[in-house]
């Protein structure tokens, strides 16, 4: 993996702890369809492209799913 800069870090609100941001990778895929399995939660037809997680030394700390919205004009 390349170096992360320190703008995709940011301390965690919900640990207190420095964590780094980054896109889904197709091998995440095991341990986000698991959480949310045990959430009760179907994963459906989740692409990876359509995740972030969110990592502390190299593990997965949490993740998020994305949905694109209409464009807001402005």
């Not at 997965?60 to 919205?69: D, E, T, V």
Request: charged share 30%.
């Amino acid at each position: 993996m390349g170096r992360i800069s320190i703008k995709n870090k940011d301390m965690s609100k919900l640990t207190g702890r420095l964590v780094s941001v980054r896109h889904a990778t197709e091998a995440d895929m095991w341990f986000i369809e698991e959480q949310l399995k045990k959430n009760n939660i179907r994963p459906g037809s989740l692409n990876y492209s359509e995740c972030v997680v969110s990592t502390k030394n190299g593990d997965i700390a949490g993740f998020g799913m994305l949905k694109r919205l209409e464009k807001i004009s402005g």
